[in-house]
């Protein structure tokens, strides 16, 4: 079964409709990378099967209709980071690592020790546990992007959707991220990232790619169908070429 199946016919803002048509199949127990040129429409695509963006269509979570679902059963089921969220900056890195453990407790209830040990642990696993007693506000822009990749890993979710998780994040740490995400699918869970990184990207399980608010290919990174129509989208310019045997993408 797929983790996640949307059908989206147009999400339309503004009297501009700025998806079209749309067929997203997540696969389970994958790592699903969506890429695009600025503009393509990978982020309203995202925020659509998340429930957070209106549009006409169906979303299915686990096979069963994004709105059906309890809000609180749909929170453990589906963890989301999106891009520079703001709103949070008062408060302490940790208390915001907390809120991804938000919907395994009762409403008002403060949190246990094992919502403690779970906000450790993804904090610790993405390396921001030392700056638990400090303000999201004052972090720098990849620290903040760390604590924000660790509430959404504190969540647990089966599924766990990322908008440009990589902004702001160095090579080291990007690497992290994916040895995360790596570590997640062998789990049995489905990430999905939105990734401006292609030689990232080409390391995922599966490709969406995008233009012009459609989507455009899916396939295997390693396929040379998904290599033509990603030079197709972003130009002959892009070489792609297999480095230690992995596929990499570079503007040449
Ligand atoms: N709230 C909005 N109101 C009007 N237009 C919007 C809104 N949100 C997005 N758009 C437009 O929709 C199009 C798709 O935006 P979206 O953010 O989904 O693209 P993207 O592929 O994620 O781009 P990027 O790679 O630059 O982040 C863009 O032309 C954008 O300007």
Redesign the pocket.
């Known amino acids: 079964m797929s983790a996640l199946h949307a059908r989206i016919d147009r999400v339309r ?2 009297g ?1 409709d ?1 998806i079209s048509d749309v067929t997203l199949d997540v696969p389970a127990a994958r790592w699903t990378a969506i890429v ?10 995202l925020r659509a099967v998340a429930g957070l963006q209106k549009c006409d269509g169906a979303v299915l979570l686990a096979g069963r209709p994004l709105h059906d679902w309890p809000s609180r059963e749909r929170a453990r089921q589906l963890a989301w980071m999106g891009q520079q969220e703001t709103g949070a900056d008062d408060l302490l890195a940790l208390d915001v690592v907390l809120l991804g453990r938000l919907p395994h407790r009762p409403w008002l209830a403060p949190p246990t020790a094992a919502d403690h040990a779970a906000a450790q642990a993804a904090m610790q696993s993405t390396q921001s546990w030392d700056w638990r007693e400090r303000r999201l506000g004052s972090l720098s822009g990849g620290e903040r992007q760390r604590v924000l990749l660790a509430r959404a890993l504190a969540v647990d979710a089966p599924l766990t959707l990322m908008d ?1 998780p990589l902004a702001h994040l160095d090579p080291p740490h990007q690497a992290e991220w994916m040895a995360l995400v790596r570590a997640r699918v062998a789990a049995g869970h489905s990430v999905v990232s ?1 990734l ?1 990184e292609l030689h990232l990207a080409l390391q995922a399980d599966h490709l969406v790619l ?1 233009a012009d608010g459609r989507i455009v290919h899916t396939g295997a990174p390693a396929d040379t169908a998904t290599h033509d129509a990603l030079r197709r989208v972003f130009g002959p310019r892009l070489h792609i070429a297999q480095l230690d045997g992995r596929w990499i993408a570079l503007p040449l």
């Open positions: 803002i503004d501009r700025l695009g040129p600025n503009g393509a429409g990978k982020s309203t695509l440009e939105v401006h995008m």
